[in-house]
């Protein structure tokens, strides 16, 4: 059995709600209890909603945000635990706007350079500009491109500088938060193929976030799905999408749009909005929307079971049946 290049155990964040004298009234739950373990060298999706908590779980995992409990063991330890530089070099993260993420006053070589020379993995302002140079080669760009500022270029190639930044420490796990998800559908695929280059070229893990489930199945080798902070369903990219079990997972594989001539099967429509994370359901999170509803799923909270080996669902509908 392979072992867990990340290990991430009842991750927990709870953002606190105050009203106008600054007394605490409530919490939003936006990650409830999230486990689940990163192979190396795979690419793991995360999808969901808006309001899902995929976003505020990448940035956990990240430490830019603390939890409220729960863990991420890297080398056998908890990264909450460690500084800040100690898995800064290991874990990078490629986020959705580049143009937010970049400087616009900083020409895009010196903001690329500047995590080079804060890090010491270069020890000069000569040596950071060769690197820098040859991280945008690696990326398709230009190295004469290196004097030039963010409003230059378009958002594809701003993409690829934010991706030459976070390579440039030599990270061994990207964490992609809707790394392609602004940008046109012929530059998305282009940047799509380039994290594959590079994960076959470098020997990257990725932790691939999305609510585009057709963009997660092109790059994945595993699939997560969450729904009001919790996970749904994980299971390997093939067998989630021939044989999904979740009514969520099956409503957002319907409504994916396929190009074709052929009668496709019918769409699930999911009705209403999803609950206020702040006031939670009681039962299953998923139940007040759910075409499969149950009457105990309004007071019973399903908990995730493996229901085929390395196949998780969390269903009243499927009890665990891994071991026999």
Do not use: W
């Amino acid at each position: 059995m392979k072992e867990a290049y990340l290990k991430v155990k009842n991750l927990t964040k709870h953002f606190p709600i105050s009203n106008s004298l600054f007394r605490r009234t409530g919490f939003v739950h936006a990650v409830n209890q999230v486990s689940f373990e990163l192979y190396q060298s795979e690419t793991l999706g995360i999808v969901g909603e808006s309001g899902s908590g995929k976003s505020t779980l990448g940035r956990v995992i990240m430490k830019l945000i603390q939890p409220t409990a729960g863990e991420v063991i890297y080398k056998g330890k908890n990264i909450f635990n460690e500084p800040e530089a100690t898995i800064r070099r290991d874990m990078q993260m490629v986020f959705q706007d580049p143009y937010a993420s970049l400087n616009p006053r900083m020409k895009v070589g010196d903001a690329i350079a500047e995590p080079l020379l804060a890090h010491h993995i270069v020890t000069g302002r000569k040596e950071a500009r060769e690197k820098v140079c040859d991280l945008l080669h690696t990326v398709g760009l230009q190295p004469e491109m290196y004097n030039n500022f963010p409003h230059e270029f378009s958002g594809g190639q701003r993409q690829r500088i934010s991706i030459a930044r976070a390579l440039g420490m030599a990270p061994k796990l990207l964490v992609c938060d809707e790394a392609a998800s602004a940008l046109d559908v012929s530059v998305q695929a282009q940047i799509l193929n380039l994290f594959n280059n590079l994960k076959n070229g470098m020997d990257l893990t990725y932790l691939f976030i999305s609510h585009d489930l057709a963009v997660v199945k092109y790059i994945s080798s595993r699939i997560l799905i969450m729904y009001l902070g919790e996970v749904m369903e994980l299971a390997d990219t093939e067998e989630l999408f021939s044989k999904p079990l979740h009514p969520y997972t099956q409503a957002l594989i319907s409504a994916i749009p396929e190009p074709s001539t052929r009668r496709r099967k019918e769409r699930i429509l999911l009705e209403g909005d999803i609950p206020s994370s702040i006031n939670l359901p009681e039962g299953c999170k998923f139940q007040s929307r759910c075409f499969k509803a149950m009457p105990e799923c309004v007071y019973t909270h399903p908990p995730l079971s493996e229901v085929a080996p390395q196949h998780y669902v969390r269903c009243l509908l499927y009890p665990n049946q891994a071991g026999g």
